[in-house]
């Protein structure tokens, strides 16, 4: 994902980027092998750069990061979730036009 704004999460980097951010963290679950998954990546790299000093923009691959996606209760996947100050404030289930995800974080700002 070189060029983009979007970090790629992982257990060993949750605590830093998504616990202690000072700003709202959209995080997408994702896997490599999810078509839906694929189909909204752009949209979501579109509003990392977007968004880029007002809010953090990570995707969390859950087959390499479960402990994650357990401690969200991520059933299935693409699945959204917007994260302030610790605390889940939102959350999309699938398939996704971009304006959806970017009302989750302006709900957040």
Avoid: H
């Amino acid at each position: 994902m070189a060029g983009t704004a979007t970090l790629t999460i992982t257990e060993a980097n949750y605590e830093v980027e998504v616990v202690q951010s000072t700003v709202p963290v959209l995080i997408d679950f994702w896997a490599e092998w999810c078509m839906p998954c694929r189909a909204i990546g752009p949209a979501i790299d579109q509003i990392a750069v977007e968004y880029a000093g007002k809010a953090k923009v990570g995707k969390v691959d859950v087959d390499a990061n479960r402990n994650l996606a357990l401690k969200f209760n991520v059933q299935s996947i693409p699945c959204v979730v917007v994260v302030k100050g610790g605390e889940v404030v939102g959350r999309a289930m699938g398939l996704k036009p971009k304006a959806e995800f970017a009302k989750l974080i302006d709900a957040a700002l």
